[in-house]
């Protein structure tokens, strides 16, 4: 199992960004799949969920209205687009397959 994440950065805070994770070595068609984050000193957590036909698409507070999920499993990829970055939502983004399979993680950086 492989979890490749990207489209990290630093953003202005008001900016967008798009994160893409490529998986392979599994059947992605056949798992829900999530992205975390972790900011400095603080837990990590979960940030989206998207179950494996799209169907239903869950997110944290904080950032719903904010963040999209999506995916595409001809590609084996899972999308976060992120609009409207706020500084606290600077953390590394992790793509994830359960709990038991995660990427290495990308850095999102909001400053100004």
């Known amino acids: 199992v492989q979890l490749v994440e990207s489209g990290g950065g630093l953003v202005q805070p008001g900016g967008s960004l798009r994160l893409s994770c490529t998986a392979s070595?599994?059947?992605?068609?056949?798992?829900?799949m999530s992205w975390y984050r972790q900011a400095p000193g603080k837990e990590r957590e979960l940030v989206a969920t998207?179950?494996?036909?799209?169907?239903?698409?869950d997110y944290a507070d904080s950032v719903k209205g904010r963040f999209t999920i999506s995916r595409d499993n001809a590609k084996n990829t899972v999308y976060l687009q992120m609009n409207s970055l706020k500084p606290e939502d600077t953390a590394v983004y992790y793509c994830?397959?359960?709990?038991?399979?995660w990427g290495q993680g990308t850095q999102v950086t909001v400053s100004s």
């Open positions: 994830a397959r359960g709990t038991t399979a």
């Open positions: 070595g599994f059947t992605f068609s056949s798992y829900v």
């Open positions: 998207i179950t494996s036909t799209s169907g239903t698409r």
